[in-house]
Structures are given as C-alpha cells and as structure tokens.
C-alpha cells in the first residue's frame, strides 16, 4: 500500500464494533502468511464471543491466533523470529502493551494491532489511542449506522450496564453515527430501571432518520 519502512513498523486498524476491524487485520496477515513470512497472532482472551483459537470477524473469516490473558503471557508466547505479529482486540490489554509492541517494531517486526478506539461513552481506550499516535499507519473502519445508515464511527451499548468491557455482540452492541450516539442511554436505562418506568426498547422500533430518543421530560407520573 505504501513504501515500507526500514525496520518493524506500527499498523493500527481502529473503529467501532461491527466495522470490519477483524475482517481488515485477517486480510493483512492471510497476505503476509502468502507471502511465507513468519506470522503470529495474538487476541485477548476475554474475547470468547466465538472461538478460543481464533480470531474470527462478524463475517465468520477465521485465522489460528493464540489466547492471551496479558501483555506479559503474550511475550512468554512470542517466537522471536515471528517478522509479522497481529493482536486482536488490542483494548483489552493492560497499558503494558503499548511498550511491548513499540519494541517490537524497533525491533525490525510488522506489528498490526486491531481494536475499538472508543467505548461505549465514546471515550478512547487509552492504549488504543496511545498506539494510534505512535502507529506509522492508522486505518480508521466505519460500520453502517444502525438508526439512519450514515456512516458509523461510535458503539451504542443497548443495556444498562456500566462496566466499561461487557462482552457481547448483536443483543447487546449497535453501530451509530456521531448524530444517532448517546453515550448516556446506559444511565437512563438504568434510573428507568429504578423509577420502575417502563422504557422502549430502543434497538427495535422507532429507527427515526438520525433522531437520537431523547429522555422524555413529561413523562406521565
Ligand atoms: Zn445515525
């Protein structure tokens, strides 16, 4: 795509849920095991939406990867003659692995990290966007807007959960345009829950053209 680097470099491959992100870094290291270069990956291990052993995109495109529970257990796990290491949903990893994929990369690897640049709030994950500053390449995926088809750049949390990581797919998770996203939905959801009003569930009807639901004021008491 570009004239490589001398040495290791830093790809990052960031975006909301259902963007692509998986399908992206899969494509880059099918190319790269092609191209018979020593290829390991990594995913976190909190990730077990699908498969243990693999990393797999909503689409269902699989590749082997090895499950990690931390930076630390990835770099017991790191053949030093791997050329290209992919990790997969990198903002799951403790702040360690920022360094620990800069020295890759000095150290004359391709490392490609994908991930979500932003909860639920909207909020970057900070080693997501500590390494998006020091990538030599960024690649930013869109998904399609769940409410009005815009291009999506936020995930829209549909349950009132306040952890930051609650892992889950379609049930739980929708892609929104900056317009359609409200990182506060969660919490109203949550005093709904606790003023006993009932509330619509927001996923389903009332797919309004990019008109976000805004807490109802007049609520009938
Ligand atoms: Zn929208």
Not at 24 to 41: G, S, T, Y
Request: net charge neutral.
């Amino acid at each position: 795509m570009y004239a490589q680097p001398r040495g290791g470099w830093i790809e990052v491959v960031c975006g909301p849920m259902f963007s692509g992100k998986s399908e992206e870094l899969i494509r880059r290291l099918r190319r790269a095991i092609i191209a018979r270069q020593r290829v390991q990956i990594f995913k976190a291990a909190l990730d077990d939406r699908y498969s243990n052993e693999e990393i797999v995109s909503h689409s269902s495109l699989k590749l082997q990867a090895i499950p990690v529970e931390n930076t630390s257990q990835m770099l017991d796990m790191l053949d030093e003659r791997s050329e290209v290491v992919g990790i997969d949903e990198i903002q799951f990893f403790d702040a360690d692995v920022v360094p620990f994929v800069q020295r890759m990369a000095n150290l004359g690897k391709r490392v490609i990290v994908a991930g979500l640049d932003l909860d639920y709030k909207g909020e970057p994950f900070d080693v997501v966007m500590r390494l998006m500053a020091m990538a030599e390449y960024v690649t930013k995926t869109l998904a399609v807007c769940a409410r009005c088809g815009a291009p999506a750049s936020r995930t829209q949390r549909l349950v009132p959960v306040n952890e930051r990581i609650v892992v889950g797919s379609t049930n739980v998770y929708e892609p929104r345009c900056r317009m359609c996203f409200d990182p506060d939905l969660t919490q109203m959801m949550q005093l709904d829950l606790l003023s006993g009003i009932p509330r619509v569930n927001t996923s389903g009807t009332d797919k309004g053209m990019g008109k976000e639901r805004k807490p109802e004021s007049d609520d009938k008491a």
